[in-house]
């Protein structure tokens, strides 16, 4: 895969950093085409923890390989340096944002963002950061109830399997402005 030459940085933040997030990264690299550069950092982190073995069997099923451990805590530097920050839930985004307040305007939930796309214009010479202003305008107009992505930690294999396939659906939705926005910036 060929990396964009100046690819939308976005982070992805979850608790233990061993499933939902590592997971909503390697699949916006995966299907991006280069266009996103992902990492991800947890709020509690199990620290050099490898991702959940449910977790990665999902992720294989859909061609998404993850090498190495993921487990980390988020940063100031994470954020700061991030284009994007997109919270597993609701209290992942405000963790984000407690970490580095200037982010507010460019943090939201997976589920919010993906909603919100769909009323924003399409980005055009914007960077990542204006258009995730545009973005976020429409926050409160187009609630709809849960942004949360639940937590399968503790659950089958099949919650793992249901999470992925969330995310995967989500990020398609996501990645298609980042995508544009990439191009852009060529």
Do not use: K
């Not at 991702?51 to 805590?73: E, S």
């Amino acid at each position: 895969m060929t990396r964009a030459a100046d690819p939308v940085r976005v982070l992805f933040v979850c608790t233990g950093n061993i499933c939902r997030s590592p997971a909503a990264a390697a699949l916006a690299e995966s299907l991006s085409d280069g266009a996103v550069l992902a990492t991800s950092a947890g709020t509690a982190p199990v620290t050099g923890a490898e991702v959940h073995p449910f977790t990665l069997a999902a992720l294989q099923r859909r061609g998404v390989h993850f090498a190495g451990p993921a487990g980390r805590p988020i940063t100031r530097r994470l954020v700061e340096s991030a284009d994007l920050v997109l919270g597993m839930t609701r209290g992942h985004r405000a963790h984000a944002v407690r970490t580095y307040p200037p982010v507010l305007r460019r943090a939201f939930t997976l589920r919010e963002l993906s909603r919100l796309v769909a009323r924003a214009e399409a980005p055009t010479e914007a960077g990542a950061r204006e258009w995730a202003l545009d973005v976020g305008r429409w926050r409160g107009l187009a609630a709809d109830g849960d942004d949360d992505v639940m937590d399968p930690i503790r659950g089958p294999a099949q919650a793992h399997e249901e999470v992925v396939a969330l995310l995967e659906r989500e990020l398609r939705v996501v990645l298609a402005p980042l995508a544009r926005i990439a191009r852009v910036r060529r």
